[in-house]
């Protein structure tokens, strides 16, 4: 019973891992098949992460840049608020200050200033914007084929259960041979037996 009830098991046993083998074989060749639909997908995502760390570091230095000139254009300003103190002390009125040449070019060149920053600022907004938005379309692309690929990776997490059946030994065969031999009585075994069968007559 013991016997029959192992080979009962190693069959089941054998029959699960043949399944198990022939699923994983299949589960493999689709996870190589959208391995494949990704990998061009996933190029492109890795070249426009570059494109995005490249254009965050461009963003970084422009914006040092635009804060060194905000600092120069506030220092303009204060330049031209104290020459317009100075006109308005000679007695100068506010319409002739504005229209002086010194103040319309300090104006001139603090109006460009500000617009350069705000335009620089909406030039790097719009580019990363479009990273962002290229980024966007082609992970969204992706993302069917990452889902079925992730389907059936874990499909092939889900292993056979272990019916621990233990490893059978094979029984050795005794090749030997049983030794046959004839009781024969000894002689004074027979006289005593004679002697006593006469004594117990009597």
């Known amino acids: 019973k013991k016997d029959k009830l192992q080979s009962k098991f190693e069959k089941a046993e054998g029959q699960m891992n043949i399944y198990a083998n022939k699923r994983d074989a299949i589960a493999d060749r689709l996870i190589g098949h959208y391995d494949t639909k990704l990998g061009p997908m996933e190029k492109k995502l890795s070249n426009l992460q570059d494109q995005k760390e490249k254009m965050e570091l461009l963003t970084t230095v422009s914006e040092a840049k635009n804060q060194e000139l905000l600092g120069w254009l506030q220092d303009q300003e204060n330049k031209k608020a104290q020459l317009e103190a100075a006109f308005a002390l000679t007695g100068a009125s506010e319409r002739k200050i504005k229209r002086n040449a010194a103040i319309k070019s300090m104006d001139e060149r603090i109006k460009k200033g500000y617009e350069k920053i705000e335009r620089d600022r909406q030039n790097l907004a719009k580019r990363r914007s479009k990273i962002d938005q290229r980024i966007a379309k082609i992970d969204g692309k992706s993302n069917p084929y990452r889902d079925k690929r992730a389907e059936f990776a874990r499909i092939k997490e889900n292993r056979p259960l272990e019916m621990d059946v233990k490893t059978r030994t094979k ?30 007559a009597e």
């Open 171 to 200: 029984e050795e065969v005794f090749k030997g041979r049983a030794d046959v031999k004839g009781h024969t009585r000894e002689a004074g075994a027979e006289t005593e037996s004679s002697e006593q069968l006469e004594a117990f």
